[in-house]
């Protein structure tokens, strides 16, 4: 922003009765210094007259310095080029125009001010002073005035420019901590849809079982009926915590939210794909699984957790092997491997499905590696997470 634009703004704003009493009181007091030291000792004669009238006038035009200042200093300066009680108030009007206007403005009405005076020393004399020196000194006085006016105009404009960039810093600040939090829970409620996907998956399990084995013992419908219920009642809490994330504009708070697993969930999540009918072979030979960081861990269970679901969405009723191998300083091994169902050799979902679409995305951003492939009847899920030392 120029300084053109500052004194635009200056002007537009409609300065209240402090300023104009703050501007009106140092001018008065400086009028009235002018007379009285011209006068002191000198007699009255007709220039007295004319000084009482240049002062009441320039004390009448000095609020005006406020809204134009450039006009009103303008007939400040031709009324000091006739009387010395219009100086105070001609160096004030000159000082504000340096403050608000383009510095080329403010040099020439500094200009103006030093040739008026320059004028009036020509015809009235300066106390004994030579003209010579009393015009260094006008001069040197306006040139004070336009560097203290330049420093103010800079100040001003540096502290606008301050508060400008708290406001933006402010705004900055508060998008990136709506940004952080949608990602936040985002994060929370894709962890809770790959929980609900396999709680899902689970109960058709069960279901697929009443429906095909009506011929059951009453003890064995029972059990799987007590099972889908109990799933059915997780699976409904887990998605009204998913609904409840995605609607609330308040940050997640963590007691609200189910613990984030870790490698030693691996087993019990084995565990509840073998009651629900699947056999699963876990081979695990990880160093110090409790050690690892949440990342690595959280991935490792995601991975494994993807891979018996689709194991039991596309190749119910085959066996599933799951490897886990590795500890700190290398990295963590995970292979999912179930053989086809005969009468599908590519499964379906897993060569673009939203599942494995996001279980990729999830390994990169742990640093890792996802690949999966049939190979001989066989589908494989493998990824390769590094574990920091």
Known sequence: MNSFSLGTDDCARRPGAAAVAALLGPSGVLIAVAILGWWIDRPPGPLLAL???????GLLLTPLL?????????????LAAVSPAATPSATIGALQVARRRRARVAIAVAVA????????GVWRSNGGMSYGWWLALITIGYGALLGWGAWAQAREALIRSLRDRTRRAEAEQGRRVAEARM?????????????????????????????????S????????????????????????????????????HSEGIRPQPVLADVPRLI?????????????????????????????????????????????????VQVALRGGPGASLEIDVRNALTPERTTPRG??????????????????????????GGEFRLHASIPWPA
């Open 51 to 57: 000084d009482l009238a240049a002062g009441a006038l």
């Open 66 to 78: 406020l809204w134009r200042p450039v006009a009103a200093t303008a007939v400040l300066t031709v």
């Open 113 to 120: 001010g030093v040739a008026a005076h320059a004028a009036r």
């Open 183 to 215: 990602l936040e829970r985002r994060k929370i409620a894709r962890e809770m849809h790959d929980v609900l996907a396999h709680r899902l998956s689970l109960l058709a399990t069960f279901a697929g079982a009443l429906e095909f084995r009506p011929d």
């Open 217 to 252: 013992s009453p003890e064995q419908l029972s059990r799987a009926a007590g099972v889908v219920r109990d799933g059915v009642h997780q699976a409904l809490e887990e998605l009204r915590e998913v609904i409840s994330l995605l609607r609330d504009d308040d940050p997640p």
């Open 271 to 319: 565990e509840e794909s073998r009651d629900a009918g699947t056999e699963v072979l876990l081979r695990e030979a990880v160093d110090e699984p409790a050690e690892a960081p949440p990342a690595v861990a959280r991935t490792a269970y995601r991975v494994v957790q993807e891979g018996l679901t689709n194991a039991r969405k596309h190749a119910a009723g085959q066996p």
């Open 350 to 375: 897993w060569t673009g499905g939203a599942g494995l679409v996001g279980l990729t995305e999830r390994v990169h951003l742990a640093g890792g590696q996802l690949d999966h492939q049939v190979v």
